[in-house]
């Protein structure tokens, strides 16, 4: 049986994305290590299916590189938007359920096959303090930590270990390194859990960035651009004046089919 599929890359954050409306596709973790394999495979940094959803849009299951299913990916869920834009589903505010609850997108502007596309996020109600670091769920788990250089960071030796401290964060977590460029405006640089390297952009780590940034330096900001190595994401939330509780945030940034084709199971 062949299964269509189309690539989506947002900031370069890149994803299969499946419609499964018919539920023909069964997301096998081992089948999806293989189509996100950028040697062996299609290549991406995780893989979406798009299904029927009763009392919203669609519904998105999102996957990791290495198989393992995430319960929410900023990135991917602008660019799960612009599939379900394509493909004729919603209107202009689309919802569709994740597996971290309901979230809402707008596709501000359309150019082509991409667009400029605002998320809803889940609201944050908690972050954890260490010594030098910040840890908070924004769909998945986070920490963030500040450098002077994001040059010289060392993204993947220190993120790897910090993402398997599982003393420190049960779960694992992405491990975002942010440096301040002035008010509003940072630099981000991630270590995927679930990818295990860096990416080019994290959706929910420059939106964990942007408000450990608000609440550890900036408490009068609420408004971030916030630049990934591969582009710019914008980042814009409401806080509960001194509290950690922070909600209405929204992710905006770009999207764009960059491909479409089929595959087989036999193909892998
Ligand atoms: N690329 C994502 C984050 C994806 C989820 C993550 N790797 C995890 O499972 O922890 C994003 O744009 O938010």
């Avoid at 290590?33 to 290549?43: K, M, P």
């Avoid at 612009?82 to 359920?97: M, P, Q, S, V």
């Avoid at 996020?121 to 010594?131: F, K, L, S």
């Amino acid at each position: 049986m062949r299964t269509e599929f189309a690539k989506y890359e947002g900031a370069g954050n890149d994803f299969i994305l499946i419609d499964n409306r018919g539920e023909g596709f069964t997301p096998d973790p081992r089948l999806i290590a293989r189509l996100c394999d950028r040697h062996f495979g299609i290549g991406a940094d995780g893989v979406m299916t798009l299904s029927r959803s009763a009392g919203t849009d669609c519904a998105m299951r999102y996957f990791n590189a290495d198989g393992s299913e995430g319960e929410m990916c900023g990135n991917g869920a602008r660019c799960f938007a612009l599939f379900a834009e394509h493909l004729g589903i919603g209107g202009e505010r689309k919802r569709f359920t994740a597996a971290d609850g309901l979230h809402t997108a707008r596709i501000l502007r359309t150019e082509g096959t991409g667009g400029l596309v605002e998320l809803g996020m889940t609201e944050v109600a908690e972050i954890r303090r260490g010594d030098g670091w910040w840890f908070l769920n924004t769909g998945v788990p986070h920490y963030v930590e500040f450098v002077r250089d994001l040059d010289t960071a060392d993204v993947c030796g220190r993120g790897r270990a910090i993402r398997r401290d599982t003393a420190r964060f049960p779960q694992g977590t992405n491990v975002n390194f942010v440096r301040i460029l002035r008010d509003g405006a940072i630099a981000v640089r991630t270590y995927e859990r679930g990818v295990e390297a860096e990416t080019l952009a994290c959706g929910t780590g420059a939106t964990a960035a942007a408000i450990v940034t608000n609440f550890a330096c900036q408490p009068a900001v609420l408004r971030y651009d916030v630049a990934v190595p591969g582009g710019t994401l914008s980042v814009r939330f409401s806080r509960e004046a001194a509290t950690e509780h922070y909600s209405d945030i929204r992710l905006t940034g770009p999207a764009r089919r960059v491909f479409a084709g089929e595959f087989g199971t036999e193909d892998f």
